[in-house]
């Protein structure tokens, strides 16, 4: 069993050798479900999680119908085999939760009076499990949304930060938090933007940082979220560019 | 008019209050700004961006491609690749009447049948109406039926339906062309013509694409002869 | 739901030996086989069979073993046909067609005998090896049968056995392969009207009368399956266990 590391910075290197505000490689990639009618695998590091977009097509059961406007549906969970101890099929309250904030998070970008009536389905599915998977995922679903054609006003954003301890105890604030920063960490923050209007659209945390901390971390996760849109963007024009 | 910019939900096209948002489009202030993955155009102060992809969303006089899905009473579900299915009244079906009391609508209209039909209205439900009856309309019985993406109809028809009878010219096809997606062949050459639609599907975004379509058939069609 | 004109077509097509994505009746489709794909599981493959995509992961834990054979390790298949993979599949616990395929699959496995269970005992009686093999579908498109089983053989092949020290179980850095030996494959079958083609597509599968699995371990028959609403004839049953066995080299070749 894996034993608490004495710190998970020092010198301002982390276990994986990155700096304070560094985020993992980042890869984006369109179109992995060819019979989704959008899809996207986003790679945060070791993290990879794939979402797929159904719809607007026909709402089953008839009682969720609402008569003016598409109901956008997620579904996060996670392959039994992608993490260290295999998760028992299907989804169970954690990823019950995760899938209702990240449809939230959608929600307010979707433009879903355009369908009244339908559904739209969005499934994120980790394929491999290296902490901020469900932040992962809404980049994904974000992309696999545009490349659908869903319209919305823009695209969905996010990277996750948090607090982790130096070799003195004292806490230091991250950006894009690997799985021993998650395990051992003080705090995880889960954080995601609307780009087009600049609004939080998700946002958790368990932990504990100063309102100061936690300032510092969101202008760190910020740059992380430039960079990360600016990838997303590249990926959506990467099938029509080109030859 | 402007070239047209690969762009993406949330990018700004232009700025300004003298332009108006057309399709595919949102306004945000002075900015308009699209909201599809799509090639935005501004044509006088009008800006619009094609989408690339999404699912079919009927119009009323769109020519589509439907199947039965279910008979009732006096009307058919017909299911057009769109989230929502069309209905066929009795009257629309064919030109003669039908007696409720005496007919069988299967007979006319069985589930699994294929027809060339047209919306004749849309209502606020989103509930489309579809006809059988006029030219061109009719049930389909034999031939290929194949799926492209609707966001493609516009270039597999081209200007003045100019694409459409290049391909049927060159490859002796007869074709239908829904607006839904759905495209309908017989005879001629008709591995062909679907290998051509393929390759307007494909490069439907780029520019020259008659230019590039109208070479490749004439090389396909020239080389076969040789 | 298929409808009639593609139906017709289909048909026509069958009895000029042709289908209609050009292939010959008796042709698999492209296949490719990516192993140690997902770094967490103990083994992992990705396999492609034309546009169905499948992916399987092994996890292995320590657990009891039955009561009734307290030296062998348990060997456990789960399949599930993802919503993300299809338009018309549907969320919520495996469906028949689903524990169809993962019972399938592990019969196939089970009766070729290609894990060796008695090197799975961790204590006799007490603990032994639990191999989970979990398949799921990434995108579907047809014969998923035998992309899983491709995938589930390919997965075992390169899996490796965690060390269980001090009451722990240790994953990482690990030497010792899991005991599998030999190779199984399968070749699914489905008749539309009169004619039998092999590793049929989903449009295929929408329109087929009747299915049949075949398992092959060295030229041999070790599982079958059969499905569908109507039957196949004894010449035709004879013809798919010949074909199934010429496929069965193609298949291996897949698995390298």
Not at chain 3, 113 to 136: A, H, Q
Request: some cysteine; charged content about 30%.
């Amino acid at each position: 069993m894996e034993v608490k590391p004495k710190f998970l910075i020092k010198n301002g290197k982390r276990l994986d050798g990155r700096k304070v505000g560094e985020w993992r490689e980042i890869k984006i990639t369109t179109g992995v479900i060819p019979n989704a009618d959008g899809s996207c695998q986003v790679d945060f590091g070791k993290t990879k999680v794939i979402a797929a977009v159904y719809g607007p097509r026909e709402l089953h059961p008839k009682h969720m119908v609402l008569s003016d406007r598409a109901l956008v549906r997620a579904r996060y969970d996670m392959l039994s085999f992608s993490v260290e101890d295999r998760k028992r099929p299907g989804p169970g309250r954690r990823e019950i939760e995760i899938s209702k904030v990240i449809a939230e998070a959608l929600r307010s970008v979707v433009m879903v009076e355009k369908f009244p009536r339908s559904v739209i389905d969005v499934f994120v599915t980790v394929i491999q499990a290296d902490a901020s998977t469900r932040i992962a995922g809404l980049n994904a679903a974000s992309v696999a949304l545009a490349d659908a054609g869903i319209p919305m006003k823009g695209l969905v954003t996010g990277v996750a930060f948090g607090k982790i301890y130096d070799e003195t105890g004292k806490g230091v604030m991250v950006a894009d938090v690997f799985k021993p920063e998650d395990q051992w960490g003080e705090a995880d923050i889960a954080y995601a933007k609307s780009i087009a209007n600049d609004e939080v659209v998700l946002l958790q945390m368990d932990g504990d940082v100063t309102k100061k901390e936690f300032l510092e971390g969101k202008a760190m996760a910020d740059k992380a979220i430039e960079y990360t849109y600016q990838e997303q963007v590249k990926a959506l024009k990467a099938k029509y560019e080109g030859d | 008019m402007t070239e047209k910019n690969l762009i993406v939900p949330g990018e700004v096209i232009v700025e300004g209050m003298d332009y108006l948002p057309g399709d595919g489009t949102y306004r945000d202030g002075k900015m308009i700004k699209s909201s599809l993955l799509g090639l935005a155009q501004t044509r006088d102060r009008l800006v619009r961006v094609i989408p690339l992809s999404g699912r079919y969303m009927p119009k009323r006089d769109d020519p589509v491609i439907g199947i039965i899905k279910e008979v009732r009473y006096s009307n058919w579900v017909v299911e057009i690749k769109s989230p929502y299915d069309a209905l066929m009244m009795v009257g629309e079906a064919v030109d003669r009447f039908i007696d409720l009391k005496k007919d069988k609508l299967s007979n006319f209209f069985n589930v699994g049948e294929a027809l060339i039909c047209r919306i004749t209205n849309v209502d606020e439900s989103m509930t489309p109406m579809v006809t059988a009856r006029g030219p061109g309309l009719r049930k389909l019985t034999d031939g290929r039926i194949i799926d492209v993406s609707p966001s493609k109809i516009p270039r597999i028809i081209g200007k003045n339906a100019s694409m459409v009878s290049l391909i049927k010219d060159r490859t002796g096809t007869k074709m239908f062309v829904g607006q839904n997606g759905r495209i309908w062949l017989q005879g001629g050459d008709e591995e062909l013509a679907i290998k051509v639609i393929r390759m307007i599907e494909k490069d439907a975004h780029k520019v020259g694409l008659t230019d590039s379509i109208q070479k490749f058939l004439e090389g396909e069609v020239s080389g076969s002869k040789a | 739901m298929i409808d009639k004109v593609t139906l017709k077509l289909m048909n026509d097509s069958f009895k000029k030996g042709v289908r209609l994505d050009g292939r010959k009746l008796d042709e698999f489709r492209d296949i490719t086989v990516e192993t140690g794909v997902i770094s967490k599981a103990e083994g992992s493959a990705m396999v492609s069979l034309g546009n169905s995509k499948v992916l399987v992961g092994v996890k292995v834990n320590a657990g009891e073993p039955y009561s009734d054979s307290p030296d062998s390790g348990v060997l456990m298949t789960g399949a599930e046909l993802t919503a993300y993979s299809h338009d018309s599949f549907e969320t919520g616990p495996p469906s028949p067609a689903a524990i169809e395929i993962a019972r399938v699959v592990d019969r196939a496995i089970r009766e070729a005998k290609i894990i060796d269970v008695s090197k799975l005992v961790i204590k006799s009686g007490e603990k032994v090896w639990l191999v989970f093999v979990d398949i799921y579908t990434i995108n579907a498109d047809g014969n998923i049968f035998d992309a899983a089983t491709l995938g589930a053989m390919a997965a075992l092949a390169t899996a490796k056995l965690p060390i269980f020290k001090d009451g722990e179980i240790i994953r990482e850095n690990l030497k010792d392969s899991l005991p599998v030996d030999g190779k199984v494959v399968s070749s699914t079958f489905v008749k539309v009207g009169e004619s039998v083609l092999v590793d049929p597509t989903m449009q295929e599968e929408s329109a087929l009368d009747a299915r049949l699995t075949i398992g092959i371990k060295d030229g041999n028959i070790v599982s079958l399956q059969k499905g569908g609403n109507h039957g196949f004839n004894d010449q035709e049953v004879e013809d798919m266990i010949d074909r199934s066995i010429v496929h069965s080299k193609k298949l291996l070749k897949a698995l390298k």
